[in-house]
């Protein structure tokens, strides 16, 4: 954390040499930009596609990062991944999501084939060429390494980075405990924001923007549950609440946050909790606060298993496993847990100054219950009242944000809310600097932390 930096690693340009502040021109200096697509996206593990996407034998869909386009297809043997290049003269095969017939993958130009396997099975005019360009390894289509969790297939360019579960580090067993494999879409939206790609993530990595961003949350928080236990004035919120004004301001902040999210807090979780308006609790309360939240992850649970749905034990992964309302996956995935449900957002570069967003909301739904799975994203404008209250607050900040660095020379960080950003960043600085991929790794176990962390030691 001393900002030295190693003679034999290559230089980084706008380098965080103090942890607390980040220079502005990461965010917007293309020989930057340029040092990330060059060194940080062909040797990280990034989230390609959830299964739920591609679920038969012979569907597929796209991955597309910067220049590089990847086709994930579900094969007799599982899902696998290839480049999204004709091995004759590279055209992209695939625009996905789509279904494999007979034929496979054809290439639009000249008609050359490949199975779902990734195996050429017709060159046209083969007679044409030598045999020497045509040998399986050269026509076959090029695998890409992909790996598994959380009910999504991850890609990695480098063959030689530590596993996907090495890389992900604890963070990987919280999600598991609370069934991160069963979770499955209930919508998927997806915006373009004139915005890096870096800061489009730091929004939701600290939660010291809450009360002038998100004030609904903030007054609609029980006094003590607020993150900094006053609104933007400094006025404490809801203060001096008695037992049953506690759990019913309870009920309306997790109802408040579900609808902002339209989902995080499911909707089926949310009837649920407006039934214990009127259970009894103790006067006290603190201790009627316990008791409510004993019940009412009971009660979730048990409407979730008379659905069929595959829930957790949540008393058990409370104790065993306790989890962060946003968990972050370097280098751009997020799940954000709260009950059984999650939210699920990932960014990726277009530009110096513009990315996607996605987001999706999971939830365990029952096997039998009937769905249309969405196989892309419903693209919106950044703008748009379509969008949740609470993303559409954030977008809303986001660009002006982005103007405003280009007069800023640090954003300064606050050192118990906004550490996340510092760590992430300088994991940035560590793939830029061409650090050993072990090394990486562990720093990733450190960086993928959870929300509103520390300023923590990521061993560089």
């Known amino acids: 954390m001393t900002g030295t930096t190693d003679t034999a690693l290559r230089t980084v340009p706008f380098q965080i040499t103090d942890p607390e502040l980040i220079p502005a021109e990461r965010y917007y200096d293309t020989e930057f930009f340029e ?17 739920e996407e591609i679920p038969e034998v012979g569907d597929y869909t796209v991955y597309t990062i910067l220049e590089h386009s990847v086709i994930m297809v579900h094969t007799k043997d599982g899902v696998k991944a290839f480049k999204n ?3 004759h003269r590279g055209l992209r095969l695939a625009n996905g999501p789509g279904h494999c017939g007979e034929q496979g993958f054809v290439c639009p130009f000249h ?31 090029l695998p890409v390494r ?3 969790w959380a009910g999504c297939a991850f890609i990695n360019f480098d063959e030689n980075a530590p ?10 067993d919280r999600i598991d405990a ?86 995080m807090v ?6 649920v909790l407006e039934k214990l308006r009127t259970m009894d609790v103790p006067e006290d309360p603190d201790a009627a606060t316990m008791v409510f939240h004993g019940r009412a992850y009971e009660e979730v649970e048990k409407d979730a298993r008379a659905r069929g749905a595959d829930i957790f034990d949540f008393a058990k992964v409370a104790q065993e496993h306790p989890f962060h309302a946003v968990e972050f996956m370097f280098p751009h995935y997020f799940l954000l847990p709260m009950m059984g449900a999650m939210s699920s957002y990932r960014i990726r570069p277009l530009t110096e100054e513009t990315c996607l967003f996605e987001i999706w909301s999971l939830v365990i739904r029952p096997d039998s219950e009937p769905y249309e799975t969405p196989l892309q994203p419903t693209m919106i404008p950044y703008n748009s009242d379509l969008f949740p209250e609470i993303p559409r607050q954030d977008y809303s900040n986001l660009p002006i944000q982005q103007l405003g660095l280009h007069d800023l020379q640090f954003m300064r960080l606050a050192t118990h809310h906004e550490g996340m950003i510092s760590n992430y960043q300088r994991l940035v600085d560590g793939y830029i600097a061409g650090r050993d991929p072990e090394v990486l790794a562990k720093a990733s176990q450190v960086v993928n932390s959870g929300f509103a962390s520390l300023i923590l030691d990521i061993g560089f």
């Open 85 to 87: 290049a004709c091995r």
């Open 266 to 271: 499911h909707k089926t979780e949310v009837a």
């Open 111 to 141: 008609g050359w084939r490949w199975s779902t396997e990734g195996e050429n099975t017709f060159v046209f005019g083969r007679h044409f060429f030598d045999e020497g360009v045509l040998a399986r390894a050269e026509i076959d289509l």
């Open 178 to 263: 609370r069934h991160g494999d069963k979770l499955k879409m209930d919508w998927w939206c997806g915006t373009v924001l004139p915005t890096n790609w870096k800061l489009a993530m730091e929004a939701f990595q600290e939660g010291f923007h809450t009360p002038k961003t998100h004030p609904q949350l903030q007054q609609a928080a029980p006094n003590g549950n607020s993150q900094f236990g006053a609104d933007k004035e400094g006025i404490p919120i809801n203060e001096g609440l008695n037992a049953r004004e506690t759990v019913n301001q309870f009920v309306d902040y997790y109802a408040k946050l579900s609808e902002g999210m339209d989902g």
């Open 146 to 148: 992909v790996e598994f």
């Open 163 to 172: 596993d996907l579960r090495t890389s992900l580090g604890p963070v990987a």
């Open 35 to 51: 040092l990330e697509k060059k060194h940080v996206w062909p040797h990280v593990w990034q989230m390609a596609c959830r299964l």
